[in-house]
């Protein structure tokens, strides 16, 4: 029987273990997570959602303090279109935090950044172009372009030297979406040197609608593969969503895909920036507790455990700090769902909002636990602890089990 160890992902002169962790945001796949996945040889994400917020954390910057100062007079006002991210400041956070981790990486592997086209940011276009500019020019080893369609990505980021040096990828649900992005940057004259090929099963926003268990991610790259092949297309594919071990991964890898990309089982590692609390609910969530639902604002369905904090919350928007979800013209569906809420109930002292939460926010403060479909099972790949809590896992652990291991066997980790 096959291990994952027995494949290498080739891209270009790097010869790389076939495991991708993706990218989570709000910095759920911290640097040291991505700096784990590189120095054991695959490749490692981390995100730019939010990424003034995250730096704040970090390093202490100010970002969202100086933010909120500056718009503090529109914090009662509904239209947010006067929100606006300062192009250079958000040039400094990105290239400082890249800056940062590319410094810090060690060993045979890659470190990439996850873009999502969906964080709108008042101003689609400018802000993409900075965070994508900003990451290469920082030195990130690649890009995944996710959570969108990102047609015009490829020409935002042409001017840079980098351009065609980077390893810059896509990410997609369909061969449709694929098609789509190929024809609208066939003019940069330059291929995406991966795609990650994401199904029904992942975590995080899903490119798919409501029908989305309708879907096999098997059946869709098989798709793509074909069609790649008729095109002769030899691009690298990636597939992700419910490859919970080693021998999952086997057998995509055995049909042809380059590598796999895996999110969900290293939402329990010591490594991942989830609090620790948050780890202990994922490890215990059983597959009744997880659903996907349309609470997001991006219009995209996410999928969570049904407990997490920001479902139902009805917070204030807080635009003026965050804002990274307000469109081109400064709206965000989860504005509109809490002006009507106050407008229902106006005497109400706080008020519950059920169709839409505010992303950013709940982001921020790790209370919308997403995930993948496949979480219940994390429990299996732990041990339980005296006091009833599970075992955190090591990011190494988790990595060289898929790597590997033999079938479905799952190793448990060594004792603490
Ligand atoms: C907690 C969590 C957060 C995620 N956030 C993002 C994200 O910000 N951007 C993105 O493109 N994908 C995101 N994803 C999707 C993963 O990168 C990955 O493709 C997918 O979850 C793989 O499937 P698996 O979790 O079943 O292994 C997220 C997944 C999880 C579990």
């Known amino acids: 029987m096959k291990r994952v160890d027995d494949f290498r992902l080739q891209l270009g002169r790097h010869e790389l273990v076939p495991i991708v962790i993706g990218g989570m945001g709000v910095d759920i796949s911290t640097a040291e997570l991505a700096l784990e996945a590189a120095r054991l040889g695959g490749i490692g994400h981390i995100s730019d959602a939010m990424l003034p917020t995250v730096s704040d954390r970090r390093y202490h910057t100010r970002y969202v303090k100086d933010k909120l100062k500056q718009y503090k007079f529109n914090v009662a006002n509904n239209d947010k279109s006067i929100v606006r991210f300062d192009l250079g400041l958000l040039a400094e956070a990105t290239e400082h935090h890249v800056r940062k981790v590319m410094e810090a990486k060690r060993g045979p592997g890659l470190v990439f950044l996850n873009c999502m086209e969906k964080l709108t940011m008042n101003a689609p276009k400018e802000t993409l172009r900075v965070r994508l500019n900003s990451a290469l020019s920082a030195g990130i080893d690649g890009i995944t372009l996710a959570a969108g369609l990102h047609l015009s990505s490829f020409a935002l980021m042409e001017e840079h030297p980098r351009f065609r040096d980077a390893k810059l990828g896509i990410i997609v649900s369909s061969l449709r979406a694929l098609q789509l992005f190929l024809k609208k940057s066939a003019k940069t004259r330059r291929l995406p040197d991966y795609v990650v090929v994401e199904g029904p099963l992942a975590g995080g926003h899903l490119g798919f609608g409501m029908d989305w268990a309708k879907y096999d991610l098997a059946v869709i790259v098989a798709e793509i593969r074909a069609w790649l092949q008729q095109e002769g297309l030899a691009i690298p594919l990636i597939p992700a969503g419910g490859i919970f071990t080693g021998g999952d991964a086997v057998t995509f890898l055995e049909n042809g895909a380059a590598a796999v990309q895996v999110a969900t089982r290293f939402t329990v590692t010591k490594e991942c920036g989830l609090p620790d609390h948050v780890k202990q609910e994922y490890f215990k969530c059983e597959r009744d507790d997880i659903e996907v639902n349309?609470?997001?604002?991006?219009?995209?369905?996410?999928?969570?455990?049904?407990?997490?904090?920001?479902?139902?919350?009805?917070?204030?928007?807080?635009?003026?700090?965050?804002?990274?979800?307000?469109?081109?013209?400064?709206?965000?569906?989860?504005?509109?769902?809490?002006?009507?809420?106050?407008?229902?109930?106006?005497?109400?002292?706080?008020?519950?909002?059920?169709?839409?939460?505010?992303?950013?926010?709940?982001?921020?403060?790790?209370?919308?636990?997403?995930?993948?479909?496949?979480?219940?099972?994390?429990?299996?790949?732990?041990?339980?602890?005296?006091?009833?809590?599970?075992?955190?896992?090591?990011?190494?652990h988790v990595f060289r089990d898929y790597q590997f291991s033999v079938g479905d066997t799952i190793a448990l980790p060594p004792t603490d």
Request: a positive charge; glycine letters at 8%.
């Open 294 to 396: 349309t609470i997001s604002p991006t219009g995209y369905p996410m999928r969570m455990l049904k407990k997490s904090p920001g479902i139902g919350s009805g917070i204030r928007p807080n635009c003026e700090a965050y804002g990274y979800l307000l469109d081109a013209q400064g709206n965000c569906a989860y504005i509109e769902a809490y002006n009507r809420e106050v407008a229902r109930h106006p005497d109400a002292k706080k008020i519950q909002v059920w169709d839409k939460t505010c992303l950013c926010t709940h982001m921020r403060n790790f209370d919308i636990w997403t995930c993948g479909a496949t979480a219940y099972r994390l429990k299996d790949t732990s041990r339980r602890l005296p006091d009833g809590s599970y075992q955190l896992l090591s990011a190494e």
